[in-house]
């Protein structure tokens, strides 16, 4: 092998880890309530017959603000069960590019079961 190749070679997997290290997600849940129940729901991961709301968005920023507030209006009073914060490559990259004032966000919530 060429040095030269072992060099792209080399380059291409430290943008694969650097890829993979970027994308987490982060879940918060609420310990003393019930998620808010969807029976005709497909899916087959953690959100399995619970209804899920799901929000991918571009916020803006000030480059010198430290945090932004997302309004979530359609739960009941009864409030949030969990809520999960989901970072992406993509998201970081289009930070990066923007020095901070763009930031793409993709948060999924479930609400909480009202109490009769």
């Known amino acids: 092998m060429s040095r030269s190749y072992r060099l792209i070679r080399l380059l291409g997997l430290l943008i694969a880890f650097c890829i993979l290290q970027s994308c987490y997600s982060v879940r918060l849940k609420n310990t003393s309530g019930v998620p808010m129940p969807d029976p005709l729901s497909s899916r087959v991961n953690y959100y399995r017959d619970i209804k ?65």
């Open 52 to 116: 899920v709301h799901e929000k991918d968005t571009v916020i803006t920023i000030g480059a010198l603000d430290k945090d932004f507030t997302l309004l979530i209006k359609d739960c009941n009073p009864g409030g949030l069960h969990t809520v999960e914060y989901r970072n992406t490559f993509g998201g970081i990259l289009l930070s990066a590019v923007t020095f901070g004032k763009k930031r793409k966000v993709k948060i999924k919530y479930v609400c909480m079961k009202p109490v009769n």
